[in-house]
């Protein structure tokens, strides 16, 4: 069996003080960005910070580009891709790193709004894959945006300061509780029973007047007074019910990160902080953060989407190397590293992995030659050759890195953008970070694991040279 050094092993002081430093800037990174949005403000800001110019204007002003400028583009407020311009045609291929920035959760509703039992509620969908009873019985904040008909909209994130109240989905007690008990799992809490207590205080009746609703009442004159929306802005609303807290050190020893969201943004920060700082790359280097990935990657903000492929197309008539032919060309010679975490292996419950063939905390980089479910089913199914070139370079690069499958044959399985970038015919592998508790509303990744798919992604930006025949 393959024996894989522990990557906390192999630090000297300098290693510990880089992991750390990153593990805090991550942390806080976490703290900042709970929503596709909030990341997409995030990155824009940082990247600008580092001399990068977005792609409409230079469209606009008929600017032209040279290797060593650093563009970026934004799409519907969700997706993003940056390009750093490199000294090697496009038609050789350019490096790519993607991953995702949506994480599951619940969204509220178009018409949300209701009270029952003196009590009042926001009625929620949940999104993308979730243990239903994981969200009941913690606190709970309330990011996103509203948008009214002008056009002006209205930004929410409650629950998050100290001062904020925070919001929670009730659950039965124990003593009334014995036909919950008996139920399976995914029964125990009902999809439409998630939905958020927002209030109990009950309107002033007016006078010679009695409300149907003073709960509701009390909460439509609160949003119309501290926000400025009426209830039938909701309509046209982008609210996100997340885990309210900071990300915070796990264990005794600070070795790990104990968050929302790694899934996956311990994938999509690394692949941002690599693009920024990968100033002498050869080819061409792009970072794709994109949506949806937890709902089949769909829509126009997924990676289904032609945003990418309009983007780089755009990129390149700017660059003076545009044909049809020629994005044809650049996107088959490429290399792509997918972005996307694994499941780290649970001792706990050891019978849903094979452990020759699973992922551990805190040996580094986890490389997934496939993924899919029962015989491989949907996933890209990496070459040899790509990974036996990822290796090279990973070894050279002093990249610590592990392989792994999604749990036990006829029992895991998992989904990622590699598949949809494949079809292009590239080079593509999903590499990333593993996670305990994934999908959970809280998980946890080791800060080894985070800093060695830092050092990988940079590798990659510089070195990786991978073509078809």
């Not at 292009?424 to 999908?439: A, E, F, R, W």
Request: with cysteine.
């Amino acid at each position: 069996m393959i024996e894989r050094e522990n990557a906390w092993l192999s630090y000297d002081e300098a290693g510990e003080r880089e992991c750390s430093d990153l593990a805090e800037d991550y942390r806080l990174f976490l703290d900042r960005s709970k929503t596709e949005r909030e990341c997409i403000d995030y990155f824009v800001n940082e990247a600008e910070k580092a001399g990068y110019r977005e792609l409409t204007g230079l469209i606009r002003e008929g600017a032209s580009l040279k290797p060593g400028d650093c563009v970026y583009s934004v799409w519907m407020n969700k997706s993003m891709a940056l390009f750093r311009i490199g000294e090697e045609p496009f038609e050789q291929g350019i490096n790519i790193l993607g991953a995702h920035i949506d994480s599951p959760r619940l969204d509220v509703k178009q018409n949300p709004l209701y009270e029952d039992g003196g009590l009042c509620y926001l009625d929620t969908h949940y999104y993308g894959g979730i243990k239903k009873y994981q969200y009941v019985a913690m606190p709970l904040a309330i990011h996103g945006v509203v948008v009214k008909k002008n056009g002006e909209t209205v930004d929410f994130c409650i629950g998050e300061d100290e001062d904020d109240p925070v919001f929670f989905i009730s659950d039965i007690l124990i003593h009334l509780a014995q036909e919950q008990m008996v139920k399976t799992a995914d029964k125990v809490v009902e999809g439409e029973n998630l939905d958020l207590l927002i209030g109990s205080r009950p309107a002033a009746a007016e006078e010679g007047k009695e409300r149907k609703d003073p709960v509701a009442d009390a909460i439509r004159e609160l949003l119309r007074g501290d926000y400025g929306i009426e209830e039938a802005d909701m309509e046209s609303a982008e609210l996100e019910i997340v885990p309210a807290g900071r990300a915070r050190d796990a264990g005794l020893d600070r070795s790990m990160i104990l968050a929302y969201g790694h899934d996956d943004r311990s994938c999509a920060y690394p692949s941002f902080r690599a693009q920024l700082e990968v100033t002498d790359n050869r080819r061409t280097s792009c970072t794709l953060l994109v949506d949806k990935e937890e709902i089949g990657s769909v829509g126009a903000t997924g990676m289904q989407s032609r945003f990418f492929e309009n983007a780089l197309a755009e990129v390149m008539e700017l660059c003076g190397a545009y044909s049809e032919l020629a994005l044809r060309r650049t996107l088959a010679s490429s290399c792509m590293l997918s972005s996307d975490v694994s499941a780290g292996f649970d001792p706990l419950y050891a019978s849903a992995f094979e452990k020759k063939n699973a992922a551990y905390m805190g040996r580094g980089l986890v490389l997934n030659k496939f993924t899919g479910a029962r015989g491989k089913s949907g996933s890209n199914d990496a070459n040899a050759e790509y990974i036996a070139h990822l290796r090279d370079i990973f070894d050279k690069g002093g990249v610590k890195t592990q392989t792994a499958e999604l749990g036990r044959v006829d029992l895991g399985g998992g989904g990622t953008i590699a598949y949809i970038l494949a079809l292009y015919g590239m080079n593509v592998i999903d590499s990333g970070v593993p996670v305990l508790s994934m999908h959970a509303p809280w998980e946890a990744v080791s800060k080894a694991d985070l800093y060695e798919a830092y050092k990988g992604y940079k590798v990659f930006l510089r070195e990786a040279a991978m073509r078809n025949a």
